[in-house]
């Protein structure tokens, strides 16, 4: 498989967008970024987020300090507004609940070649500030393409936050980032497998919770790991 590449053109489109989604955010919110010093300098690493609403991606892919690559749901491609950008930034489109090959493909080649690379384990929108539980899917790739995954929390992208800030009401939005960590070499064949991509999972998620406010860590309120420990 030939290195992942991003297009040229998408080279040149992709600061315009961020720059124009940036001074969208600036004028509707005060805009916080902590913990810029944990992102790693260079190479490969997986960006893992908790998602509330359609907010996030955009959030974060305009704010964070280094470009990164994403993932988003399929059907993003034919709403009006997201599709258009979606195409442009050239996401990674996914099928949720189905196993594709040509995705992780992608994926781990996107890590290989060293570009970081945004996920929101979860898999879906919460719509709400709780969080879910992880899907198993962000242990699969870290196992397979050993990077270490950058836990990042995101906070003020309700699903109310539009009506929210056109009202005046300017909610404060904060990225979160929080230490990087490498999780253990899956061990086990079947279910004793799969069981263990669940656990890392769930740890990749307990470290993004202890980025968050305890009304956002939902299902991991009792299991956020604080800055410093591994949990492993």
Request: hydrophobic share 40%; net charge positive.
């Amino acid at each position: 498989m030939k290195p992942y590449r991003v297009a040229f053109w998408r080279r040149l489109v992709r600061p315009i967008i961020r720059g124009a989604l940036r001074s969208i955010f600036r004028i509707l919110a005060p805009v916080r970024i902590i913990g810029k010093d944990n992102i790693p300098r260079k190479g490969p690493y997986v960006v893992a987020i908790n998602h509330v609403s359609l907010f996030d991606p955009p959030f974060i892919l305009s704010f964070f300090p280094r470009q990164l690559e994403a993932m988003g749901a399929v059907d993003i491609w034919d709403r009006p507004g997201q599709g258009i950008l979606a195409r442009l930034f050239g996401g990674i489109p996914v099928h949720r609940g189905e196993y594709d090959r040509q995705l992780i493909d992608t994926v781990l080649n996107v890590l290989r070649s060293g570009y970081p690379l945004l996920i929101a384990p979860e898999g879906e929108r919460s719509h709400v500030t709780a969080m879910q539980r992880g899907k198993p899917g962000v242990a699969y790739i870290l196992d397979e393409a050993r990077v270490p995954v950058l836990p990042v929390g995101i906070v003020g992208t309700t699903d109310d936050f539009w009506q929210r800030a056109t009202r005046g009401e300017r909610p404060q939005l904060e990225i979160r980032i929080g230490e990087p960590f490498n999780l253990s070499l899956l061990e086990g064949k079947g279910n004793e497998r799969r069981e263990a991509r669940q656990r890392n999972a769930d740890l990749v998620m307990q470290h993004v919770a202890a980025l968050l406010p305890e009304e956002y860590r939902g299902v991991y309120a009792d299991k956020a790991i604080q800055p410093g420990k591994t949990g492993q």
